[in-house]
């Protein structure tokens, strides 16, 4: 089954009928044109860090995640939208968390697309081919052939029904090269075997024969690489050839190496003057084992330092759940003794004062009369005329404040008139 690219879609769209009219190669043509808009508009978004939205297709933009040091991170993701996975019976391989942090997405608009990004283009033009091109790609996807479409960003690959994208290093932005992991979210599934289907075009390849003559094809059949995870080198815009799979252990990776270039082979008689590419491999493998290693480490001293964090606030808790309960067992005892002494207090006034033996009540404040609903009612009386005289001297105050205010006004009106007669006699004069 041969590989589907985007020159067999733009050539099975251009001969479909739809609504973009005339011959075939012009409109060829004008899809080329609508699918390089479209990129552009794609492209022109994930450069700013933020994402779109292709309701009928699909979702590309960034994720923001927090690695194991604790630091803000963006990687690229794409996943299918629910309509065009049922349409086509497909599946991905990593759908979105619920709780994901994307970027701002914007749902595509045909119009900015044909005005902004293109010089002949037109509004329904873009509509038209868009929704061919989305469905033709998911007839094609559906029916489990591979797929490989290129991308401005990377490469849109299908194979066994499963459609993932693999996004190009080298395309990522430069202004967010600071803020992008090294893990590449949109690595391709599992399902899809063996990525040499999805070579890139033989104009964009490097020749590397010179370096290295090819192996026997029984010598690289029991060689596989893992693609799942793929994890670029820590460089900046590092090459794609040289990303590793993290399934495969250091060890591994070695005797991989030394299986290339065993006596046995074809190959160890180039291998010996290229002594500088073995020493830098195994360079570049023993600082990727060092990576691992610190980053192990860090793991540990993170979890190790967030456990410690947990006692101390735990122990912190309890200590103060402690001191509060010693303070209210302290106050409730402060409480009781008061009230003892004044019960003890009573009975030793009522022996010695002649006064407790008669027939008036046991308080004080009863006996002077205090608690009597006549003087009780004179208070509420005075008090009430006393809060009368306060809201009425308060009204008088506002009212000479604002008659005060007024007289002012009414003084300086004739000012201001004088002003004003002797401004247009000198304006009169003057003209």
Known sequence: MSLYTLKHLLNDCSTRLSRTKGAADQKKETLEDVWRAFNDWIESRFNQGKGVHIATFATITWETFTNSRNQPKLRPTFFLS??????????????????????ALEDINFTKIAIKFSRNLTKD?????????????GMVASTGAPMSI?????????????????????????????????????SPPSMLGNLDDFDISPEDAIDYNDVIPPLDK??????????????????????????????????????????????????????AKHHVMESAFKRHIAKLANDVDLEGKYAFDLQLQQR?????????????????????????????????????????????DPRGNTFFPESERTRQGYDDQRYLNRVKEQLKLQLQDQISSKEQERINVKQRVLHSTHEEIPSFLKVNVHDKDTMTSVI
């Open 82 to 103: 629910d309509t065009f996975i049922k349409t086509y019976n497909l599946s991905q391989k990593r759908p979105p968390l619920p709780t994901a942090n994307l970027a």
């Open 125 to 137: 033009l873009v509509f038209c081919a868009i929704r061919d091109m989305v469905q033709k790609i």
């Open 150 to 186: 290129t991308l401005n960003f990377g490469r849109l690959i299908a194979k066994n029904r499963c459609v993932s994208v693999l996004f190009d290093p080298l395309k990522f932005p430069r202004a967010l090269e600071n803020h992008i992991a090294r893990s590449m979210i949109s």
């Open 218 to 271: 029984t010598e690289t059949a029991t060689i596989v690489f893992s693609t799942d995870n793929q994890e670029a080198l820590p460089t900046n815009r590092s090459d794609p050839e040289n990303i590793i799979g993290s399934d495969v252990s250091i060890e591994e990776e070695l005797q991989m190496y030394d299986a290339l270039l065993s006596p046995c082979s074809t190959t160890s008689q180039t291998s």
């Open 308 to 352: 410690r964090d947990l006692d101390t606030v735990a122990f912190e808790n309890k200590m103060r759940r402690s001191c509060a309960e010693d303070l209210q067992r302290h106050l409730r005892m402060q409480m009781q003794q008061r009230e003892d002494a004044i019960a003890n207090d009573k009975q030793e006034r009522r022996a010695v």
